[in-house]
């Protein structure tokens, strides 16, 4: 995961950091290493064992780092997730520039789109997951995945619209496609998953919420 420059705040005044770290280990880390360790640590063992000096071993460097680029513990959750939600919304208007002519392909798009977290980024799916988990605790997790769900359900009713000219019908089958995903994202995360597991998930949406939705030749005609 590569965080986004949005996310870069002034670091901690050096007078709060000791000089010997600010003279060993401030110039060495980046606030960004720091970001893609958190990240990384919540991927592979959640949330709660996010630990700065966890990190550090990991980073091969003392807390003192840490300091010169963080206030504290929540200040690094804070800009992790906020990184997150950035990258996700980066991710939806991507995929709405790349809009074209043809609604039926662009709805195919958005399917493959949508269930590339659990291709190559299944780490952003696993990440999301233990997210979500916090989000049942914490309020504001909650708010800032509220933001991220209805972005998402906002692009794929765009793109359910275009296919059938009826708001309704476009919101309920967007909800019921994001429904779908979200329960994807859980199944498609267990370990031992058949090697096929998302080209058949893929294709059952594709068949039921997509083209079984389409007006068939000759309905509503009469002999």
């Known amino acids: 995961m590569h965080f986004p ?7 901690t005044p050096k007078s709060a950091v000791p000089a010997t770290a600010v003279a060993k280990e401030g110039p060495r880390l980046k606030r960004e290493d720091w970001l893609q ?21 990991t980073l091969g460097v003392t807390r ?14 804070q800009a992790t997730l906020q990184g997150w939600k950035d990258q996700e919304i980066q991710r939806l208007l991507r995929i709405e520039a790349q809009q074209t002519q043809d ?7 958005l399917l493959e789109e949508a269930l590339a977290h659990s291709g190559d980024e299944l780490e952003n799916m ?5 997210v979500r988990g916090l989000g049942r605790r914490e309020a504001s997790v909650a708010a800032l995945l509220i933001e991220v769900d209805q972005a998402r ?22 909800a019921l496609f994001y429904l779908t995903i979200v329960g994807c994202f ?14 058949y998930f893929k ?21």
């Open 186 to 199: 859980q199944a498609l995360s267990r370990p031992g998953n058949p090697a096929r597991s998302k080209d």
């Open 103 to 109: 609604p039926l392909a662009d709805m195919h798009m």
């Open 64 to 77: 003192g780092s840490f300091y010169w680029h963080f206030a504290d513990h929540a200040e690094l959750l």
């Open 126 to 130: 696993r990440f999301e997951l233990a």
């Open 153 to 174: 359900t906002q692009l794929f009713v765009k793109h359910f619209s275009r296919l059938f000219h009826d708001p309704q019908k476009a919101a309920d089958l967007a």
């Open 203 to 223: 294709s059952i949406i594709a068949t039921f919420l997509i083209q079984a939705q389409l007006p068939q030749p000759g309905a509503g005609t009469t002999s």
């Open 37 to 57: 360790a958190a990240f990384n640590a919540v991927v592979d063992c959640g949330v709660d064992k996010l630990k700065i000096l966890t990190l550090a071993e």
């Open 5 to 11: 420059s949005v996310l870069t705040v002034a670091p």
